[in-house]
Every structure is written in C-alpha cells, then in structure tokens.
C-alpha cells in the first residue's frame, strides 16, 4: 500500500506536517516547533530514501507512478511519477529541508512555528512540481509554491524585504501565466493535460515556436537567465539564510527542470531553431554575470549572482543537445544545490554573529574561526570549480560538450574557471584571511556543534559527487539518453 | 373564454419566500427590539425552507408555466440555491454589525429576502416582462439598502446615484427589448430565439435592440464602461448593505446573461461577442489598474469586481456550452470570495469604527493568525493563485477562451491577471509585513467565525471535488440549449 504511494507520501507528509507545526501556535511553544519540524523534514528524507533504492536505472520510464481522477471536466489527472533526473532533485529537496531546519535553530526566534511550517509546505510543494505528471497539477505546485517563498521573504527577511518579495512574486508570477496558456492550448492539440502525452504530440513550427517562448517566459524568470535575472539578488540578500538556500538548491533548479520536462521534448525543433537563443543568453550569464560578481561587496550578492552565472552553464548544457551537455547540465544543477546552499548556510553563520552580509565588515576570521574556515575554504572551491568536488564535475562535462559544437562556445564557457575563482577566492580572502579586520570580528566564536553538523553533511555531499559521482550519474543516463533522443527527432 | 389556472408547484419556492417575506414584514412591527433577532431568525429559516422546497419541486426536464412566462429548469433549480446559500452567509455576517449601528430592524431581511424573490425569478425567467419584473424587484430593494442608514449622507448620495443610473440602465434594457419586440413580434424567450433565426443576422434593427440590451446588462453587472456606480455605491452603502450588492446579485446578473443572450439570442452571437470582448478587455484593464490606487479596501474591492466581471464575460463571449459553463463557474466562486472577504471587513469593524481603510488590516497576522490567515486565502483566490478556487475559474475562463481561438485575448487576460495580483498581494504584505497599530482583539459570534472559517477554507478545501462542481456547472447549462 505505501509503496505505491511514496511519492504522493513525500509530497503530502511535509505538508501535513507543516501544518501540525502551525498548530503548536505561538512563540511559548518555540521548542515543540523546532523540534516537530526536525522530525517531520527527517521522515520525509527518509521517505525519499526508498525512491533511490527501488529505481530501477535500466529504463527511461517513469517509476513510482500514481494516476487517479482529478478534474474530469479537462481530463486533468492527479499523475505522478519520476525518472532519473526527478528523483536527484527530490532528493536534493528533502536534504536541503533539513539543513535548513537545523540553520534556523537559533537564528530564528520570532514566528518560529510560522518559519518552519512555510518551508515544510513548501519542500512537500516543490517535490510535487518534480514528480507531477499533468499539466494543470505541475502548475498547481508550481504556482503554490510561490505563497510560502513570499511569506518567508516579506515576514523574516532583511530590511528591503517587502520590496524584494512582491518583486520576487509578480515577476514569477508573470513568467508563470504565459505558460498556463500554452498548456491549455497544448490540451487542446493532445486531449488532456499527460505531460507525457504532449512529448509525442506533433505540432507546427510556428506553434512550437510560440509555445517555446511562453515556456521560456517561465523557466527563464526562474532560472533566472539575463537579462531577466534582477528579482534573484533582490530577493536573496533580503531573504533570511533558509530562504536563500532553497532558492539557490531548489527553486532556481525548477526552471532547469521545466526546460527538461516541457520545452526540449515538447517542442524539439523550437528548441532548436532558438538554440542560438539560449546560448547567447547563457553565455551572456556566464560571462557578463561573472563580471558582474566580482564587484560586488555584499556576500549574498556575490553568490547570488555566481548562481546567475553557474545557472548558465546549466541551460548552455541543455541547448547543446549532446549527452555531455545534458549530464553536465544536470549535474551542475545537483552540485550548485549543495555548494550554493552551503555558501548561502556559511554566510548565515557569520551573519548570526555579526549581523553584517558586507564583505568590508570582516577580515581575519579564520583566526577566529578555523574550524568553519576550513569548512567554507572546501565550499568557495567548490564554487570556483576545483577538481575533486563536485563543482567540477558538471562544469567539465559542459565546456566537453560545447567543444563539440564549437570551440568559441567552448571558450567563452570555459571563461567561467577564471572568473568563478576571482569572484569566490577574492571573497574568501578578505572575509577570512589577513590581520583581524576590527573589534567585533575579534570577539567571534568558532562554529558550534549544531552548525558543524549541518556544514559536514554537506561537505560529504560535496566530495563525495566530486570523488565519485557514479551513483548520482548512473540513474541519470537512461533518462538523459532517452531525453536527448526526444529532443533530437523532428516533430514535423 | 376558458379560464385556465396555471400550474403553481413549479413557482413553489418563489411563493414561499415572498409569502414569508410579507409574514416577517407584518411580525416585525410587533417585536419589541429585543426580540428583534425574530425576524432574523426566520429570514435564515425562509432561506432553508427555500432550500428544501427547490429540491422538492427540481425535475431533470424544463418546465414551463405561467403561460411559458416562467421556467423551472436545471439552470433556474442550481442558481436559486447558490442564492439562498449565499443570502445565508450575508444574513449572518450582517447580523451583529446591523445591531452595532442600530440598523438592526426587520426591513433589511425583508428588503433582503425581496431582492433573492427577485434573483430567483431572474433566474426563472423565460420571457422578457418576466425578467425585467425580477430585475426591477431586485433593484428596488438595494436602492433601499442602501439608503437604510438615512442619517448617512454618503449612503444617501450612493442610493441615489444608484437609483437614477440604475434606472437609465433599466430604461436602455426595456429599449433594447421593445426593438426585439418590434422585429420579432414577441417577448417570449423561445419564440424570440426561434425569429431571430429566421432573419438575417446584420439586420439592423436586431442589431440596434440588440447594442441597448448589452448596454443594459454591462450596467446591472458592472461592466466598463457602465460602472461607475460601483465604486461608489460599494463605498457609499453601509458594509452589510455592500456584501449583499456584491455577491447574490452577481448569480442573478449570470441569469439575465444567460436568458437574454443565450436563449434569447443566440443566432446573433457573433455580435454580442464581439461587443462583449471590447467591454471584457476594458474590464479587467481598468478594474485591475484603478483598483491599485484605492486606499479604501471598500473601493478596492468594488474595482476588483469590475475586473471580475470582466473575466466572467470571457466565458460568456466564446459563445460555447463550455464557455457557459465556465462563466457560471466563475461567478458562483467570486459570490464565494466576495463573500468572505466583506465579511471579513465586517468582523474587523467594531461599534464605531469602521474598518474601511486597507490600513485597518495592518499587522492582523499579530492580532490573530487565524484570520490573517483566512484573509490571505481569499486575496489569493481573488487573484488567482492557486492552489485556490479562483484559480480553477480563471483557468476554466481562460480555457473556453483558448477553445474558441482567441489566444490573443487569453494572453491579455493573464497579463491583467497580474497587474491584479499586485493589489491583492498588498493586502496580504499589511497583514503579515506591517506592524499592528491597532491592538483591540476581534470578537464575532461562534457563528460567524464559524460560517467564516469555512467560506474561506472552501476556496482550498473543495480541491478534490473541484471537478464535480465544474461537472455539476456544465450540467446546469446544459437542459437550457
């Protein structure tokens, strides 16, 4: 019985659970919350566990499949189901859930049973846009998601708050309703709302032309790819530390996902006819975004604006159309999870000190703090693409893949291993290294228990896909064979 | 000369609801004001009988009676009782904030249960003098409405703009219909749709008649460019009075489009829809943009009805069963958040005070989460998020749209959508991000906290039977074609 149920099980425990962590009410009860909201991210990681275990990598197919009657009026199912690419980012989803419930322990002390039931509902959110199998239900989460995201912005974030998040809400919004066009008039063309219906629909190339911008009208905000990247650094800097962590691991990658999902195998030769599109945006991401990192002073900005540029390379990847590109993609997708989340996590510790994200308000703090020092050092490598972390992995598949369209675009991607360094290590030295910057930063205290717990978990992450990636690649390479076949057979 | 009685059973509830009217109006000069929650008690109690006798008298086939002046068919049977559900949670919202004010006298429910005999005989109308008999019913008891707080010069100032509008309104409706009368020779519904089509669709007469009807119906609904009464008439009428105008009537108006339009003249749709989509677009445009400057949430939300109105006639103008369907829909969810949101406004005046201005809900996430909370589902169902209820009805909407080949206007819809969502989003950013400055706790009857909770949890909790609903709406219009 719950077997075939896991996922409509992950999606729904978190949710229910956030619920029961709104009902310990108010701040008296702070306690009961955080520890409630412990134990349901925990069980809902550990429902996820199975999903891994009992994928079977041989086929492309979609497993853990669950389809009942929904809205018979447009044929719109309750479907769910996984491949390979879905369950990496479920499970990127119910790992960085728990991060995040442990970050907030101390850091937040106001409205805690609110906190934690807005990131509870919304981790069960975002597993059902990955699992969804209908349209109208992938919208359905999709949109949802959006109300807690702008709740933990307006209500817990810094002071420009309000600002970034109704930013953050209409221009995702406004990417978003583009797309529910373009599905309904795909139900139209197909019958119903089976997304897997729509990847063996024919359609015209003008119509996939216009159903590839309004798809692009949404991802792209997600993403974000220049040039409609603004909302992100906005909404990061203001958002509290958890916040930015499931923006940077997970929401960014949503738009990546939808590129997978819809675009390249709904409509494979819009995909291709606008490739030249997609990969001057990308490297405009990659190159121009990069730039624009280095000169930034305040610690969020800059990683903000370096997972601008890593998600570049991600939508490059995909637009090349080759199994390089594809993998390369998405495991840059899965690596920037964990490195941009433990940077964002990093840059919490220090702010929870010093309540300063400025780059110009530290200096020396590896005196203080050598333990989390060394824990940052591995993450900003990480970030600048070092070889046996997992940052290199994606990045090197890529630029593999785009010498093989062309060595310009290769070039141009490969630009990144500088400039990703500048930006990370230049960061790292004047945040951490030199004399002791001024009198606060001399009163700092190293990383505490609580704060090393969540800092190894991800550290093993890290290393562990940059050392061996075999396990994160293998349950990829049916769904990315099968996925780039798609995209490469001609609807006409 | 035979004189035949006409078969009564089918007006069955109509003849209750007025009866008890009448019999409330009579009782009530006799209560002391005490006993004044007599009156209120057995307009809720009209009300479920109403409930009981409609199901009573419901058959799967129309009939006809009264000389075929009146229909009972599954589209009259599915409106009425939508009416009756949501006169009830007026009735109950209104109830304490009527007795603060001193307003609290039997003729609110009177006037109120005379204006659902009006809707429910909109609702069965099958001739013309029969619909604009409901209609004028129904307008009379919401001038009086709102000119019910007489010591209240806005009220007073509303009632009347309403009232002299209203009747040109009514004046170009009737115009309109004389015209159809002229080239069809007849008022009754049926006899009419089968003339028209006979004729030639460009006849110019038809077309004349038919410019005065749809101007006639875009001012009842609220339509641009006929609305500006309701700006004002929302602002100006006492909030019991205004969560009345905005919600019931709103299922009527669906009826007078349906009967009118749909069964009257439907061989001339291609140019109602035409005429339909310019007031539709302008609709959304201005509701959504005007209602972004407002400060008075009263004004926001009359604004944000003209926009509703607007995406309810998408669905009227694709002109198709399904399209019907999803516009009916559409107005049976907005009834429900309109709902929920004046009474809302309501539960946070007090004696005194009126919580009109959008400062008012400033912080309410400090005084109480739970109503935050409910607010915060009906602005987003409002705007259309989802996983609300008003998202499945602007997705219908925008469906039908999409089915009739418009795609251009489904583009417009959700871009306005948008624009709407900004104001709507306002609203929940004062609740959660901005401190309280009123501290005063809020106090409501378990009735109406309860009643509440539940107008509100409706928008998400009806997520598994969404789809009955839809079914139950297509249903409802399908016996009338």
Known sequence: ?492 | MKFVIPEMMPAAPEIFVFSMACAILVLDLFLSDRRRAVSYWLAQATLAGAVLLTLKVMTAAPVFTFNGMFVADRLADFLKLGTYGITFFVFTYSRDYLRDRGMFRGEYFVLGLLGVVGMMIMASASHFLTLYLGLELLSLSLYAMIAFQRDSAVATEAAMKYFVLGAIASGMLLYGMSMLYGVTGSLDIPTVSRAIGKMSADNIILIFGLVFVISGLAFKMGAVPFHMWVPDVYHGAPTAVALYIGTAPKLAGFALFLRLLVGGLEPLAGSWQAMLIIIALLSMAVGNIVAIAQDNIKRMLAYSSISHMGFFLLGILSAGANGYGSSLFYILVYAIMSAGSFGMIILLSRAGFEAERLEDFKGLNQRSPWHAFLMMLLMLSMAGVPPTAGFYAKLLVIQSVIQADMIWLAVAAVLLAVIGAYYYLRVIKLMYFDDATERAPIRAGWDVQALLGFNALLLVGVLPWVGVIMELCRQAIKTLS
């Not at chain 1, 702008?150 to 809400?169: E, H, P, S």
């Open chain 1, 1 to 492: 019985m719950l077997a075939e149920h896991v996922l409509s099980l992950v999606i729904f425990l978190p949710i229910l659970g956030g619920v029961a962590v709104l009902a310990t009410g108010g701040d008296r009860n702070a306690d009961y919350a955080r520890q409630l909201s412990l134990v349901v991210a925990v069980l809902t990681f550990l429902a996820t566990l199975p999903l891994y275990t009992g994928f079977n990598t041989g086929t492309p197919a979609m497993q853990f499949v669950e389809d009942y009657a929904w809205i018979d009026a447009f044929q719109a199912r309750y479907r769910l189901g996984i491949d390979g690419i879905s369950l990496l980012l479920i499970l990127l989803t119910s790992f960085s859930t728990v991060l995040v419930v442990i970050s907030a322990w101390k850091s937040i002390d106001k409205k805690v049973a609110q906190y934690h039931a807005a990131f509870l509902v919304m981790e069960g959110l975002m597993i059902g846009v990955f699992s969804a199998l209908d349209g109208i239900l992938f919208y359905v989460f999709w949109e949802a998601m959006l109300v807690p995201m702008f709740l933990i912005i307006g209500l817990w974030g810094g002071q420009n708050r309000v600002y970034a998040t109704i930013k953050f809400f209409l221009y995702t919004f406004l990417g978003s309703v583009l797309m529910l066009v373009a599905m309904i008039y795909l139900y139209f063309k197909a019958g119903s709302f089976d997304i897997l219906a729509w990847h063996d629909l024919k359609l015209g190339l003008h119509a996939q032309i216009l159903i590839f911008l309004a798809f692009l009208a949404a991802f792209a905000v997600k993403v974000p790819m220049w040039p409609v990247h603004t909302w992100l650094p906005d909404a990061h800097v203001e958002a509290p530390t958890g916040g930015s962590v499931i923006l940077a691991a997970i929401m960014l990658k949503m738009g990546a996902y939808g590129f997978l999902r819809f675009s390249l195998p709904i409509v494979p030769d819009a995909s291709h006819h606008l490739a030249w599109l997609m990969i001057a945006l990308s490297l405009i991401a990659v190159v121009y975004i990069g730039l624009v990192a280095l000169v930034q002073e305040d610690m969020k900005k800059l990683i903000a604006y370096s997972s601008i540029a890593h998600m570049g390379f991600v939508t490059l990847g995909f637009f090349i159309f080759n199994t390089q590109g594809l993998e390369g993609g998405i495991a840059q997708m899965i690596s920037h999870g964990f490195v941009s989340g433990a940077l964002f996590l990093c840059v919490g510790v220090m702010y929870d000190r010093l309540h300063s994200r400025m780059i110009k308000d530290y200096g020396g703090v590896a005196n203080r703090m050598p333990v989390f020092a060394s824990f940052m050092m591995l993450f900003a490598m990480a970030n600048a693409g070092l070889p046996g972390t997992s940052g290199f992995v994606g990045e090197f598949l890529v630029i593999l893949g785009a010498f093989q369209v062309s060595v310009w675009y290769a070039f141009a991607a490969a630009t990144t291993l500088v400039f990703g360094a500048a930006y990370t290590l230049w960061m790292y030295k004047r945040v951490l290294f030199g004399e002791v910057g001024n009198a606060k930063v001399a009163e700092l205290t190293d990383a505490t228990p609580r704060e090393i717990v969540f800092l190894t978990l991800l550290a093993v992450a890290v290393l562990a896909m940059g050392l061996w990636p075999y396990p994160f690649l293998d349950v990829l390479h049916a769904s990315v064979n099968h996925l780039l076949q798609q995209a490469m057979t001609s609807k006409l």
